[in-house]
């Protein structure tokens, strides 16, 4: 009888010696500072060169990419998925606000004075003016649409009368 198989104590996980892959994709582009984007291979071969990935670090990067488009980190600029080019998304800092001049308190009339209603102004009535209908295009010139012109009378061919064999 085979003996029941006891269950490995795995040794507690130990910290990467690297940032988040999506740490390490933004820092690539950034420093690669590509116009047109940088490619996955590009990211690629900076994240190897500059941190100590494992020899499996192709599936997290790949999705780190993915990721970082979904959330908005990211833009991509070319391809789908996580192939084509990757850049930085930008950041727009808010306009700086400058304090607003402070406008010189309203004064307001002694308690004395009555305040006295100017006339409102009369409104000249706004004159109407009348347009001109404008001209209606031919169908034919609309947008250089093609249209069937009408057929002209065709002659209907009289049948001829068949001659009677002699």
Do not use: W
Request: proline share 10%; glycine share 6%; charged share 35%.
């Amino acid at each position: 009888m085979p003996e029941k198989a006891t269950p490995k104590k795995s040794a507690p996980k130990k910290p990467a010696e690297h940032p988040t892959y999506a740490v390490m994709v933004s820092a690539a582009i950034a420093s690669l500072k590509d116009r047109k984007g940088s490619s996955k291979q590009a990211i690629e071969k900076y994240v190897c060169a500059n941190y100590k990935v494992g020899p499996k670090y192709n599936g997290p990067l790949k999705m780190a990419l993915r990721k970082g488009v979904e959330a908005g980190a990211l833009v991509q600029v070319k391809g789908t998925g996580a192939s084509g080019s990757f850049k930085l998304k930008k950041v727009e800092k808010p306009a700086a606000k400058k304090p607003a001049a402070k406008k010189p308190a309203a004064k307001k009339p002694a308690a004395k004075k009555t305040a006295t209603k100017k006339p409102a102004a009369k409104k000249s009535p706004k004159k109407t003016v009348k347009k001109a209908p404008a001209k209606k295009a031919t169908p034919a010139k609309k947008a250089g649409k093609v249209t069937k012109k009408s057929p002209k009378k065709v002659m209907k061919k009289k049948p001829v009368a068949k001659k009677a064999k002699k």
